[in-house]
């Protein structure tokens, strides 16, 4: 069982695209014996302990961002017009509460508007929504109470207002910002694991910014690394709920997902057949899986330095990129155990055959 209690910090945490900093602060707390240190874009890194730093390094990645928005501006009636930080399918924004973090960094709560049907014609029930339409209702009525009371104003981040539960009974999470929030707390576990364990490798988990718009944090933490390789843990999206059972391949409850392909990268051959052996020696409960869209971090990695053999192992998760994701226990617990797995199997010849020459 994966550490529930980090996993729900973690994932009520605030922190759009630009904006990791509570974050940031409290995976420093939460990793504090792995000696974090954080770059001018708050990016984490943090170290075992056991490092000799004359070895092939592991990354271990994930991001902190989620998706959210910013204020563009604020309206004569204090509706407050938005950007979206991150990809958002715009029907799935009304109606729903926002946290937005004022001048004083003071937490307020808003309202994405919706028209009532009352009001709109036929045409307008039949169009498709656009971003322009919708707007955040802070629960003003003018510009200068948005303002002097709220203490509201244009560049403020927005996140959804969720707090993270657990059921028991079915054993799924369900949550804000699983992507990649529960990478990132799997990022700790796993240096938790490996602590104490002699190991061929020298491992870094770092914690990156700005994914959702465009892999910007993972550009700096991979030519800062400089690793020899790199694991990304990451909240992918799942597609059990649309898709056959035999044609889904990001499916709850059917462990870590391992993925061959994307939008942003062709896994390295060798190192996805390194993590499915492993997976199947170790009896990890895996699923592989094939994309043509979106992309993770791993497009930025695998793409720096001279070329970093990169594999994604993914966790399931329901309805990303919306308030409310469900993603099962068990294979948040499969991404770290296989993780681990991996780390401990690569000896000096392993490394050697995936990347020659390091």
Request: proline residues 6%; hydrophobic residues 40%.
């Amino acid at each position: 069982m994966p550490d529930l209690k980090l996993a729900f910090a973690v994932s009520d945490a605030f922190g759009p695209s630009g904006f990791e900093h509570d974050v940031a602060d409290l995976i420093e707390k939460e990793a504090a014996a792995f000696s974090p240190k954080r770059d001018g874009m708050q990016n984490v890194y943090t170290s075992l302990p056991q490092n000799t730093g004359d070895r092939p390094i592991v990354m271990l990645d994930a991001h902190m961002d989620e998706v959210g928005f910013m204020i563009q501006s604020i309206m004569p009636n204090g509706l407050l017009k938005i950007v979206p930080l991150g990809g958002w399918v715009e029907h799935n924004i009304p109606a729903h509460t926002f946290l937005i973090k004022n001048v004083r960094g003071e937490m307020v709560r808003a309202v994405s508007t919706s028209k009532p049907p009352h009001f709109m014609s036929a045409a307008e029930k039949n169009a498709p929504l656009n971003i322009d339409s919708i707007y955040l209702d802070a629960g003003v009525c003018c510009k200068e109470d948005a303002v002097e009371i709220l203490g509201l104003d244009l560049g403020l981040p927005v996140s959804p207002e969720v707090n993270c539960t657990y059921q028991e009974k079915t054993g799924l999470l369900m949550g804000k910002a699983f992507d990649c929030r529960l990478g990132c707390s799997g990022v700790i576990e796993v240096l938790r694991g490996l602590s104490s364990e002699s190991l061929n490798v020298d491992v870094v988990g770092a914690f990156s910014t700005q994914e959702e718009v465009g892999l910007r944090g993972a550009k700096i933490t991979s030519q800062r690394v400089k690793p020899a390789l790199a694991i990304c843990l990451e909240g992918t999206p799942a597609d059990d709920t649309f898709m056959s059972k035999d044609e889904a391949q990001g499916a709850l409850k059917k462990g870590v997902q391992i993925r061959f392909r994307d939008g942003s990268m062709v896994a390295h051959p060798g190192f996805v057949a390194f993590a499915k052996q492993v997976a199947e020696e170790c009896g990890i409960t895996h699923q592989c899986a094939v994309r043509t869209g979106g992309g993770t971090n791993g497009g930025a990695i695998h793409l720096s330095h001279y070329g970093i053999p990169t594999v994604v192992l993914g966790i399931p998760v329901r309805y990303a990129h919306t308030h409310y994701g469900y993603a099962a226990a068990a294979d948040v617990d499969a991404a770290i155990e296989l993780a681990k797995a991996m780390i401990r199997k690569l000896t000096p010849e392993v490394v050697e055959k995936l990347c020659p020459n390091v």
